[in-house]
Structure formats: structure tokens, C-alpha cells
């Protein structure tokens, strides 16, 4: 029975690898049903794909960055909903932003933030101040430094508190097929001495850098805990 699970949960995953990064009109009808039959079944396959994605940081890491966080939550770049469906047992309020249209779609189906709009990291369509947290999971990496910075800045603007981790090992992602959005290319490595050049405070996570920046006091007192 195991075995046969192992084999399902394959072909569900391998399916997800596929759909979610695929901007094609039928990958979102395909997903649809996909995702209905895990659902259905219980498997709970697409948690545990969306999990693996982030495997750079372990589930401790993960509850010690939630500890940083705001209320109200903008994540940029929010791929398949994770973080949004880990922060609904937070009780967060979440926005997320992303430009993918297969992520979109994911992320409306399976209702994983309060709300969800299209548009790139590099120009957030959203007033000053109107978040407590701006949060880049894996993110940076995808484009340029000039771009990267870019982002830090805009998230800056729009929230008091800017949150990022980057993988500190971006190889691997050089021959991705061609049906791979671009977005989901690793274009640029970042190092803490950078980030804390640009006034984060950074501490390492497994295999991730998080660096935080802010003027809560607060903030930099958890993150001090983390260490």
C-alpha cells in the first residue's frame, strides 16, 4: 500500500512540476482537475510539493521567521500559496503579488491569501505604508542585483518591515526546459555582506540567508533569538 501511495504521489507531484510552471491555457484547466483530486482523496500532495520547494529552509526556520512578522502581510512573489497557507493558522492577513498566471491561478484556487493581484516585484502597486511586513521568500535570486535592489527598495516603500531569504547555492538551475517560465531562473547570487550593506540584519538558516530590515525594535530582538 505504501509502495502504491509512493507511485501516486510521483505522478502528482511530477504533474505539479509541470503544470504550475507552465503558462499554457490548458496547464490551468489540467491543474484545476489535479488539484481537485487531491483534494478529494486528502492526499494533501500539493502541501508537500509547495513544501519541497522551499527545502532550503527546515520547518524550524520556518516558525522562527513567522515570529518576525507583522499582522498584515504583502508576500512578493508568492509562487504556489505556501507561505500564504502556513500564515492562515498564524491568523495573518495576507496579500499576495505575483506574475505568473499558473501561480495566480493556484494560489485563487486553493484560497491561500485574502487577496491576489498580478504584477512585478520591481514596481508594487500599492501606497506607502499600507503593510507591517513586506515578505520575498526566495525571490531576489530571480533577477538581476540592479533589479533585486530595486525590489528591496519598492518593499521598503509599501511595508515597515522587509523580510527576504535567498538560497545561499543558486547552481542547479542552469539547463531548466523550455516550457520553465523565466521567472523562474536564477539570475543573481547574494551574500550577506551586500544585504548588510544595505542596512538588513542577517543571520543564516540551513542552507538560506535571511536578512531582515526595519525600524521595529522588536523585530531586530527576534531575529537576535534566532541565532
Known amino acids: 500500500m505504501n509502495s502504491l501511495l509512493s507511485i501516486v504521489q510521483y505522478c502528482f507531484f511530477a504533474s505539479y512540476n509541470f503544470l504550475i510552471t507552465c503558462d499554457q491555457k490548458y496547464a490551468h484547466i489540467s491543474l484545476s482537475v489535479i488539484v481537485a483530486i487531491d483534494k478529494v482523496f486528502k492526499f494533501k500532495f500539493l502541501k508537500a510539493y509547495a513544501r519541497r520547494q522551499h527545502d532550503a529552509l527546515g520547518l524550524e526556520d520556518e516558525k522562527q521567521i513567522v515570529q518576525l512578522f507583522g499582522n498584515k502581510i504583502l508576500e512578493i512573489g508568492s509562487g504556489m500559496g505556501y507561505w500564504g497557507l502556513l500564515l492562515k493558522d498564524y491568523d495573518r492577513v495576507t496579500m499576495a503579488l505575483e506574475i505568473c498566471d499558473s501561480y495566480l491561478h493556484l494560489a485563487k484556487m486553493i484560497n491561500a491569501y485574502q487577496a491576489v493581484i498580478k504584477g512585478s516585484a520591481n514596481a508594487l502597486p500599492i501606497r506607502p505604508g499600507y503593510f507591517d511586513t513586506a515578505l520575498a521568500i526566495e525571490v531576489i535570486e530571480h533577477v538581476s542585483k ?82
Open 146 to 227: 540592479q533589479d533585486g535592489f530595486s525590489l528591496i527598495n519598492d518593499a521598503e516603500r509599501v511595508s515597515e518591515c522587509v523580510i527576504i531569504t535567498t538560497p545561499l547555492d543558486i547552481s542547479g538551475n542552469e539547463n531548466l526546459p523550455n516550457w520553465v517560465p523565466e521567472s523562474e531562473h536564477h539570475l543573481s547570487c547574494w551574500t550577506e555582506q551586500e544585504l548588510r550593506k544595505a542596512g538588513f540584519v542577517t543571520t543564516l538558516l540551513g542552507r538560506s540567508l535571511l536578512a531582515v530590515k526595519g525600524p521595529r525594535a522588536g523585530k531586530q530582538a527576534a531575529l537576535a533569538r534566532v541565532h
